[in-house]
Each structure stands twice: as C-alpha cells, then as structure tokens.
C-alpha cells in the first residue's frame, strides 16, 4: 500500500541548525530504564524506532554530571569516558538506520536524591524537593553558576564525541535552568533572580556556552515547559516563556514545548482518563508564534490527520512522539506504507511510565508486549520467525487480552490452522467493559488492534458464544492447546491484606458487587449509600467510586492502605483522580479494613489499632475490590481429571496456561504472556520462559585478588 | 432423507482492487475466498434437516475449479456427508443461468428430497442461480427463506418480502429453497472436523451440454468520479423538502 498524499508534510525534511531530519517523526526523550548502564538494551530499544521510520532519537534524561544522580529511577549519564563509549553504541545504530540521534543534557537540581552518587545538589535557592522527599540543595554562588555550567559544556562535548547529533539544554519537568526561571524555585535577589531578564540569564548563559562549545557539530534543542500551573509562581507562557524564546531564538536551533512541571508532570504525560491526543497544541502553537526556529512537542500523537493539521495550523513543524512511539516503534513507516489499521495506538494507560516511577525496572507497554525486549529477548516487534513446528494446529480458549496476542502471534508465525474460541459474543474478555469505566474509553484500542489483525491473518479463525467444556477441548482436534480464561473478581472479600474472606461477605447477595457484575452483568446497586472496599490498590475501586457517585450515589472508598489507588501515582493518574473524587464528595477512608459486612453496614477497624476498636460505616450496598481469581477450572479439570496422559492420547502435544488464568496481573503482562508462549512455542519446553539476556559485568574470578 | 446444498466459494475485496488484463473479471490476486455467507447458512440448515430426520445425507455441490473445493471442504467440516465439484474451463466466469444447468444435472441425479442454496452470493450478488436451479429441475420454489419446518411430502416456510413482511406458504416437496443469512445460527468446524473434512470424497464432474450463455461480463471498471455531492443539512423535514426541489428540478431539466 502506498501513503495517503494527505500526509506528504509528515515526510518532509526539515533543517534543525547543522542536521537535517529526513522527516517530521522525532522520538521525545523519555526513559526506558536502561540508561547508560544496560548499553545494549538502550541501544537496540532506541535503534527500533529508527528502523520504524523515526528522523530523530533521544535518548531518556542523560546526566551530566553526579551531582545530577536521580538513583533510585534509571537516567542515562554521560558523566565519563566510559559513559561515551555506551551511549556510543546507540548514535550509531541510529546513524545506520538514517536516524539522528539526540542526548537530553540534565541537571536535575534538588529533585536528585543522589542515592548513588551521594554528592549535594545545587539549586537557585534552598528549598526541599516538591517531588522527591529530603533533598535538599546548595544554593548556588556565583563560583556554582560558574561550575555547573562547565558541567553541562564537558557533557556537550562528551555527548558529540558519543555521536549525538542533537544536543539539549534541558529545563521542562522543574530541572535546572527552568528552576532559574521560574519564581517557585527562585528565591534569589542577585543578578539571577527577580526579574525576567535576571531569572532567564542562567539558561541563555548556558546555552551560549554549550553552542559555543559544540554548536558547529551539533544542534541546540531547548525543552521548555510553558505552564507549570502553579499561578504567579510557576511559569508562566506569557510572562516567562514567549519572551524566552524571543531572547534565545537566535541561539537556539530547535524548541521542544510542553507544559506541567515535575510533581504533576502527568499534565505533560498525559494519561488518557484524563486528557485527547494534542492537549498542548495551544502552548505549542503560541510559541510557534514567535519563534522562527522550528517547534517540535508531544502530544500523544498516534494518528496521522491530528499530525497533519497540528502542523498545517501552525502549532508544530516537528511530530514528536514518546508513548506512541514505544506502543509501536513503526508508527511513522506505517503511516508512510499506507499501512493504518496496522497502528499499535497507545492506550494512555501510563504502564510504561510507572516502571520509571517505581525506579529500576525495564519499562512495559500494555499494547507492545516486545518494547524493552528487543536485545534481551531479540524481539521484533513486525517481524516473526516461522514456527519450527508450524504444522501444528493451536486451540486457544479465551479471547481476552493473552489468548488474543498468543492467537495473533501464533498466527503471525505461520500455524497451520489457529482456533481463539471464546465463550462470549466478542474479543476482549475483561476489556470488554473495562473501557466503560470513567476516562478509560481509549482501552478499547487493546481489543480492536487485535481484532483487526487476527481478522487479516487467514490461518486465525475466532469462533465465538462457543463455551467449550473438557471434553469438548479434548476432543477439538489441536495438537497444542492453549487455556486463557482469565481471571474473575473475588466474591467472598479474601484479600491481600488479611489473607482471609471477610465474614459476612456473599457477592450472591443482591446488596454486595465484584467489579464485572456492575460493569457487565448488569447488576443493579441497591439503595443510596454504597461502600467499596479497595484492597487491589489499582484503577478498578476508584474508577467505580467515581462512577457510581457520578450516578448519585454517596459513595465511601475504604482501603486498607494509607493511600487509594497507590499504583496510579506510579501512572500519574493520582492527582486528577484526586480531585475527581473529592469534588464529587467520595468519602476516603484509609487504613480501614472491614471486620464484617452485614445488610445496612459495615463494621471496619484500623489497621494498626492494637485494641481493635470497630467503626460502623452505613451502606446500602457494598462494592468488593479486594482480589482478582484465576478462572482455572477449565485447566484444573484438563489437568487434574482428564490428565496429560489422556490428553497426549488424543494427540495434544503441548498444554498450556497463559495470562490472567495462570494468576491475575496487568493487562500488560497478561499481553506479554500470551506473546511470550507464541514466541517461544517451538522451544523444547514452551512453558518454561527461555532465559533473558541479562547485562551486567561478569568478574574474572582469577583476575580479582581474594 | 437427502438434502442437496448448493455452496459457492465467494471472492471478498481488501482495501485495494485491480482488474484482470482483459478487464472482465477482478485479479484474483485482490481477492481473499471463503465459502459464500448464505450458503453457510443452507449448509447449516440442511445439517439440522438430516439431523431432525435422524437419518439420511446432506450433500454439497459446486462449479469451481480446484481452488473452490477449500469452500466445500468448509461445508464438509461443518457436517455434510460428501461433495460434488462441477467443472470444465468454459464454467470459467459463468452467468448464473449457466452455473444453474450445470448444478441442474448433478442436482437431478441425486434425486433429493430437498434441495437448499444461499438467496444470493457475496460477490455476484444475482440472487437469481436458486431460482434457476428450480427452473430446470421443473420443481416449486421459495426465495429468501427465513424459517422451514419439513413436514411428510411438503413443507411451511415463511420468507421474507420488501418491508419487513413475512409470507407463509406451503410448498410441495421436493422443492428448491434458498436461504436467508440469520434463519440459523451456523455451527463453527472444530479442528478435528476441519481434519475428517479433508479425508472426505470430493467427486468432480464434467458438465453436459451448458448451451449458450445468458449473459456475459464485457467490461468492468472504476465508474469516472461525478460532480460533488450536495450535502444536505438540517431536520428531516428540511432535508426532506430540499430533496423534492431537486427532484423537482432534475424531472424538469
């Protein structure tokens, strides 16, 4: 298939100071959790974008110096030689596939706790962290100034000799030369702070000095964040940064424009609960106003006519991209093949950011299940071995997120004949109604890539209202059989935090509810007053709080932890969710755990209460979120009554479990599952993952003195 | 009790088409096959016939070449006994007249006691090779069956007229009946029946004497894009009223 004319502008080139893109696509900096420390998952993570069509690559966050040590989360570093020849490998993968490659230039001020490092932070002003807990920085002197922006002129030259083409002087997300020019960071009264002019002179100091220093090789990229939301002392678009522009301009060969600051910066990263693709384009298109170098930014980007017209109106002249491009590294070469409904279109789920969150782990996507496993794994995510024992036919029974992907993959890998028979009336299973909930509509895209793709692949064949029983399995005539019938929502209150039921609960009872049986079975919520009890600590007891309080009901949300929902502020959907929830007047109660649930209400205790006092809580209707289940009677039966052996008599080969069956997890996992056992169906033992690539320095024991 | 059903393995479009060089037919290249909609639904429903009878044979029957037996093998897997593939190179594009003589042969050797085909098919979308069919084996027919109980030498169907009407007549059997999408649920193949449809016979058949075609495909293309099209705005009864000026205008043109 050939590009849609209409999207010609996207393939443009376009001149950044001494480089030229050969089209609009440019991958934002974002993390992966490789850093420079795990050189060959970073370099083959970034190098798959570039074979996807990517112009431009940045690296995640890289630090310049120790001082700028964000451990616990991974940031790349080009703080030595050694770091040159690490980052190294990455420029040039991209260089071999046309791809330039850019290194984002931090210092992160008092937002790095130097966990590692253990050097001070220096900042504008001695004021703690609003993101992290106990750093505090050294106000920085004239000699300081002074100091860190040699830091940031040796990392310059460090990253042209690694090979990047681009380099940042970064300030988005509250760091360094943004705190300078922000009042909410600087306190000063020297020639650095007060006025515009005063606050903005570390910023256009240090950028004159990095393109002194390397701006014959290489471009200057600034990132600004053009509204912290934070009132007169955030900064501000029309005060702070149209002005900004207009006084670097001339030194500066590309703008990268977004908004938020660090603490919230999921009004950058924006989850889909929450916000469309393109929600900075105004910020975007004022700065493109008065800028005349080219304007790049994200906006969650994944569909081509929204790239065109945010060009076409004057907001952006470069499409950058971060989530969409890790749901599908190939975005911009299908856009040019003409190929759409092939788009892997981010969800906005915000998985991939929590891991950098968490602090250490590799990122995940919900929707590409090989992001992060190019070189661990060697996974592609477009291209697929045929599998060695192809001439097999696969049953796979549950047509939820894992037996979805497995099927799809299976079939991707040329299986004779593939059968996805699902019990209901379509693809999906959980995420048939779990896009129904407030905000999460864009979690539909995990069930129609699929649908659409498995619909293409002749050798895949869905077959659905088919509940097949044991014998109807064994009897179906595959030679390997695949069992995904997912998970289902505890009905009796057991639960992570008391490992027990919870007496009196029954979800058999018209006044108690598991999360499916509001959402899909269409079981009504008795009377006025509703409690939900959330032990799970995810999206679900949330999201129901704040649909059934936008239905009416005066709802309670009790957890046992200190917070709600805690994993939604790794997915920086916790502010919002917030502010939600208490504008719509839903009770919180942490730290609360029910001892007994009986009609009319609720008898709980705190947690650390050493006496056991009991509180009672009114409720006409109880919500239990406390543990999902595996749906495992149909593998129990095939298992444990039917037996291996009858099964291998009737010519199944191979059995398997896969997703939510094998034990309830995220939807990312449960995809990565199924995509794992397709992967590796052909191995001598598909059950058992094959080991994973693991970097890390191995010591020479002869070599180490005792 | 027999039951003869006429099946067609059906050509879908992807996204793109081209034509063949003598531009009479699509470049199969451009075209994914699957058995015909409406004849799954006439398999399905011979399938619950015999089954009700207890007995008896469900035989499918198609004109294609060897690349349509996939079509037949997927009524096999679904159930019926046994296949009977009609061709010869002259069959090759056939008007519906023309696939109809040469069903009609094959039909009327078999001596069924009821013959069932699909209203229409995906691709051609004629509608008219069922009723042929009926023609030239001189029996009674029904079109657009949307329910059938079988009695002894007759049968009640109803079928469905413009409008959403229902008609119920009786009709003698043996008949031919051609069958509406949505009167049955049809039943999937599971693997092990795709597999036993593989090792089932397929007799293939030369046809007799097919006389001259009814009629032939000259030329197909893409139709010239035309003038912009007016959209109208407004209520139903705005648009409503914008539409008789334009008729109003182009009966006076």
Redesign the interface.
């Known amino acids: 298939?050939a590009r849609d004319p209409r999207h010609d502008i996207l393939f443009e080139p376009i001149q950044i100071g001494p480089k030229t893109m050969k089209n609009r696509f440019y991958q934002i900096p974002h993390c992966n959790g490789f850093g420079s420390e795990k050189p060959m998952s970073q370099a083959h993570f970034r190098a798959m974008k570039a074979e996807g069509g990517y112009a431009a690559v940045c690296t995640e966050y890289c630090s310049i110096h120790p001082e700028s040590d964000d451990t616990h989360r991974v940031s790349a570093r080009l703080w030595d030689d050694d770091d040159i020849k690490n980052l190294g490998l990455m420029c040039d993968m991209l260089h071999e596939h046309g791809a330039l490659a850019a290194a984002e230039l931090w210092y992160g001020g008092p937002h790095a706790p130097c966990m590692e490092s253990r050097c001070v932070p220096r900042a504008p002003s001695q004021i703690p962290s609003d993101f992290e807990y106990l750093t505090y920085p050294k106000e920085m002197d004239r000699d300081d100034i002074r100091e860190v922006q040699g830091f940031y002129v040796e990392a310059a030259k460090r990253a042209r000799e690694a090979g990047f083409d681009i380099v940042y002087v970064y300030g988005s997300h509250s760091y360094l030369p943004q705190q300078f020019l922000t009042p909410y960071y600087n306190r000063r009264t020297d020639e650095y702070g007060g006025s515009f002019e005063n606050r903005a002179r570390f910023w256009r100091e240090t950028i004159e000095q990095v393109r002194d220093a390397v701006g014959a090789d290489c471009a200057i990229a600034v990132r600004m964040s053009t509204d912290m939301f934070l009132g007169e002392a955030g900064t501000q678009l029309e005060r702070d940064c149209l002005p900004f522009v207009e006084l670097c301009d001339e030194i500066v060969d590309v703008w990268d424009i977004n908004v938020s600051g660090i603490s919230e910066w999921g009004e950058d990263a924006t989850p889909s609960r929450f916000y469309e693709s393109g929600r900075m384009l105004p910020w975007q298109k004022a700065v493109k106003g008065v800028a005349k170098k080219p304007v790049l930014g994200v906006g969650r980007f994944t569909n081509p006519d929204v790239m065109v017209e945010a060009i076409e109106s004057g907001s952006l002249d470069i499409i950058a991209t971060c989530r969409p491009s890790i749901s599908d590294p190939w975005l911009p070469r299908k856009i040019d093949e003409g190929r759409l409904d092939d788009i892997r279109e981010c969800i906005g789920c915000n998985i991939c950011i929590s891991r950098w969150e968490i602090g250490g782990p590799p990122l995940i996507c919900t929707q590409n299940a090989t992001a992060g496993e190019e070189y661990r794994r060697g996974w592609h995510p477009e291209k697929f071995e045929p599998a060695r024992n192809a001439d097999n036919?696969v049953?796979v029974v549950g047509a939820g997120p894992a037996g979805m992907e497995c099927a799809m993959i299976l079939g991707k890998r040329g299986m004779r004949?593939v059968?996805l028979v699902e019990a209901g009336e379509d693809m999906g299973g959980g995420m048939r109604w779990i896009p129904q909930l407030p905000g999460l509509g864009e979690w539909a895209r995990v069930v129609n890539y699929r649908k659409i793709q498995i619909d293409k692949l002749?050798n895949v064949?869905f077959?659905p209202?088919?509940r097949l029983d044991a014998q109807g399995v064994k009897?179906?005539?595959?030679e390997i059989v695949v069992i995904a019938t997912g998970a289902y929502w505890a009905t009796d209150g057991l639960n992570g935090c008391s490992h027990d039921t919870i007496p009196g609960a029954d979800a058999s009872l018209p006044w108690q509810l598991t999360p499916e049986q509001i959402m899909f079975e269409g079981k009504e919520v008795p009377g006025e007053r509703v409690l939900i009890l959330d032990t799970d600590g995810y999206y679900m007891g949330v999201s129901l709080a704040e649909k059934l309080a936008r239905e009416g009901k005066k709802v309670t949300l009790m957890t046992h932890l200190g917070h709600i929902a805690p994993y939604m502020h790794f997915t920086l959907e916790a502010p919002n969710q917030h502010r939600i929830l208490h504008k719509l007047g839903v009770e919180i109660v942490p730290y609360h755990l029910p001892s007994k649930l009986e009609a009319g209400r609720v008898l709980a205790g705190h947690v650390y209460d050493e006496e056991e006092h009991q509180h009672e809580f009114a409720a006409d209707a109880v919500v239990l979120v406390t543990q999902r289940r595996s749906n495992e009677a149909l593998y129990r039966e095939l298992k444990d009554s039917v037996g291996i052996d009858a099964l291998r008599a009737e010519g199944i080969t191979g059995f398997y479990r896969i997703g939510d069956c094998e034990a309830p997890r995220l939807t990312a996992d449960a995809v990565f599952s199924g995509h794992r056992l397709a992967r590796e169906i052909d191995t001598d033992d598909p059950e058992t993952p094959l080991p994973f690539k693991r970097e890390r320095r191995v010591i020479e024991r002869e070599a180490v003195p005792a | 009790m027999k039951i003869v059903v006429c099946v067609k393995q059906v050509g879908a479009l992807g996204?793109?088409v081209e034509f063949t060089d003598d531009e009479r037919d699509v470049d199969p290249d451009y075209l994914?096959y699957a058995l015909n909609e409406w004849d799954s639904f006439a398999t399905e429903e011979a399938l619950r016939v015999r089954e009700a009878a207890g007995e008896g044979e469900v035989v499918a029957v198609t004109v294609g070449n060897e690349d349509a037996e996939d079509a037949m093998r997927r009524a096999l897997a679904m159930g019926a006994d046994r296949g009977i593939r009609v061709w010869s190179d002259e069959l090759a594009g056939a008007d519906p007249i023309t696939v109809a003589r040469a069903l009609a042969e094959v039909v009327h050797a078999e001596s069924p006691d009821l013959v069932l085909c699909g209203v229409q098919s995906s691709d051609a979308v004629q509608a008219a090779t069922g009723t042929a069919l009926a023609e030239l084996l001189g029996l009674p027919r029904v079109a657009v069956v949307t329910k059938l109980d079988l009695g002894s030498g007759a049968a009640t169907v109803q079928r469905e007229l413009e409008g959403g009407l229902i008609d119920v007549v009786e009709v003698d059997t043996p008949a031919v009946l051609t069958i509406q999408t949505g009167i049955n649920?049809p039943r999937?193949a599971?693997?092990?029946?795709?597999?036993q449809a593989e090792q089932k016979e397929i007799e293939v058949r030369e046809p007799g004497d097919l006389g001259a075609p009814a009629a032939r495909v000259r030329r197909m293309f893409v139709p010239a894009k035309g003038e912009g099209a007016e959209m109208l705005d407004g209520d139903a009864a705005a648009i409503a009223g914008r539409i008789k000026e334009i008729v109003d205008e182009r009966m006076k043109a």
């Open positions: 298939m036919d049953l004949r059968h002749k064949e077959i209202s088919t009897e179906y005539g595959a | 996204d793109e994914d649920e999937y599971t693997l092990r029946a795709i597999k």
